[in-house]
């Protein structure tokens, strides 16, 4: 079975403070997905990022930067000078390319950022 | 470029009515899936379609019922509504049976009085 650990409930930082948020998943799979995703007060889902198990390149856009290291099992995501509209709940998933495709959540990183 | 969209954004129910929420995927995907999102939890996986064939379950209610039609909109029946079904449902679809890469939906919220 598939789970992803996010222990990081809350963090609050002060505008401009670099922060990470961890996410920690487990599979059984060789093929999976990893994904961020954002949900502002107003309750969307946004979606950040999607990397594949096989592409371990760390990537940025922006502000925005994932540490994907599969010999930790981790998908770290970190954003640099942080602003108060970056205040959100972040989700890590995880979905295996051998089921049906579902992702797992894990339960959420509530950031506030404070001006 | 065209998202999955849901409907109606918003919804107020009385228990024990019943409630319809829609989802319509993106052009091409086949593959739709439903989450329920209760107030401070991660997303919960309920059901997913592919085909318009029901491709996997989740923690699905049995009040609950679900189906994918020929042009793909897939359809959440909600019946016998308990207060504790008030939460954000999310529809995602994709593209293939296994893509894993899911587009969701804005979520269609759920308050039941």
């Known amino acids: 079975a598939q789970k992803v650990t996010q222990a990081q409930t809350e963090i609050s930082v002060v505008e401009k403070e670099d922060v990470t948020l961890d996410c920690v998943y487990e599979t059984r799979d060789t093929t999976y997905y990893l994904f961020w995703y954002k949900q502002p007060p107003s309750g969307e889902l946004v979606f950040l990022i999607r990397r594949n198990s096989f592409d371990e390149q760390n990537e940025i856009s922006g502000r925005y930067s994932w540490n994907f290291q599969k010999s930790t099992s981790s998908f770290n995501f970190t954003i640099t000078a942080s602003q108060v509209v970056d205040s959100a709940v972040y989700f890590c998933a995880l979905s295996e390319a051998r089921g049906a495709g579902k992702s797992t959540f894990g339960d959420g990183t509530t950031l506030t950022v404070k001006p | 470029a065209a998202g999955v969209i849901q409907s109606p954004r918003h919804l107020i129910k009385e228990k024990r009515e019943t409630a319809t929420l829609k989802c319509y995927p993106i052009?091409?995907?086949?593959?739709v899936y439903w989450y329920q999102q209760g107030p401070g939890q991660d997303p919960q996986f309920l059901i997913s379609f592919y085909e318009k064939m029901q491709s996997d379950k989740g923690s699905i209610p049995d009040r609950f019922s679900a189906q994918q039609f020929s042009d793909y909109h897939s359809e959440l029946n909600m019946s016998s509504l308990e207060l504790g079904d008030s939460a954000l449902y999310f529809c995602?679809?994709?593209?293939?049976?296994?893509?894993?890469?899911?587009?969701f939906g804005e979520g269609s919220r759920l308050t039941v009085l």
């Open positions: 995602a679809s994709g593209q293939g049976k296994r893509s894993g890469e899911l587009f």
């Open positions: 052009p091409r995907h086949d593959t």
